[in-house]
């Protein structure tokens, strides 16, 4: 079974602190890896894809680890805006993509 | 134009009722998706077409048909659902399978 896994937290940081987030995925054959926020009653929005290399998006950094089967989202000096749940995705190929439950974030004054 | 746009946006439904929900996108995506999305769960897989062709249908009951007249368009026709279809159903595109989709804004279906 094709799974991705993600502890769904709530994580509950105050502003200004450094999260991070991880995710581990089952299927080897898993070639490309992305992270999607949603907000409540909202659709998910690609937020970054994820490269073997590790890639930094302003206060976002990802990280892959193709031999643990691992991925992290690093949030730097977290806003409330960026309060939201965070989908861990996998793809394999041209099959479609599988989606971890996502993980919840909570920002506070 | 870099979006997916689905209506309606919200639509309440009898049990008997017969309504269909549009998705559209003009970004030249070749794969087209329908996702369903009880809260606080990931988004399920319902239909992938690709390059215009049903290419995958996750065992959804024949309650939903999904239909795509062209490259731009995806259709999903909804008959004789139950209350628990109740969900929020997104579309998404992507220029081929497997890579970051891009999705709607969702139909917030509920059925009474």
């Known amino acids: 079974r094709k799974e991705v896994e993600q502890d769904p937290g709530p994580f509950n940081v105050p502003e200004g602190a450094t999260v991070a987030f991880n995710c581990t995925y089952s299927?080897?054959?898993?070639?490309?890896f992305f992270w999607y926020r949603q907000d409540c009653r909202k659709e998910p929005k690609l937020l970054m894809s994820?490269?073997?290399s590790g890639n930094e998006d302003g206060r976002f950094t990802a990280q892959l680890n193709r031999a643990s089967q691992y991925i992290s989202l690093l949030i730097r000096d977290s806003k409330l805006s960026d309060s939201a749940t965070y989908l861990c995705?996998?793809?394999?190929?041209?099959?479609?993509?599988?989606f971890g439950k996502g993980t919840m974030l909570l920002v506070s004054p | 134009d870099t979006e997916v746009t689905q209506t309606p946006k919200h639509l309440v439904m009898g049990m008997t009722n017969k309504k269909s929900l549009k998705c559209e996108q003009h970004?030249?995506?070749?794969?087209m998706y329908w996702y369903k999305q009880k809260a606080k769960k990931p988004p399920e897989l319902m239909f992938v077409?690709?390059?215009?062709?049903?290419?995958i249908n996750e065992s959804v009951p024949s309650r939903f048909s999904p239909e795509c007249p062209n490259s731009s368009l995806l259709n999903l026709h909804l008959h004789a659902l139950q209350p628990e279809d109740s969900a929020l159903y997104l579309c998404?595109?992507?220029?081929?399978?497997?890579?970051?989709?891009?999705f709607g804004s969702g139909t917030r279906l509920t059925v009474v």
């Open positions: 077409y690709s390059y215009e062709k049903l290419s």
């Open positions: 995705v996998t793809g394999s190929g041209y099959s479609t993509l599988t």
């Open positions: 998404a595109s992507s220029q081929v399978t497997g890579e970051g989709y891009t």
């Open positions: 299927n080897s054959a898993s070639q490309s």
């Open positions: 970004m030249g995506h070749r794969a």
């Open positions: 994820v490269y073997s």
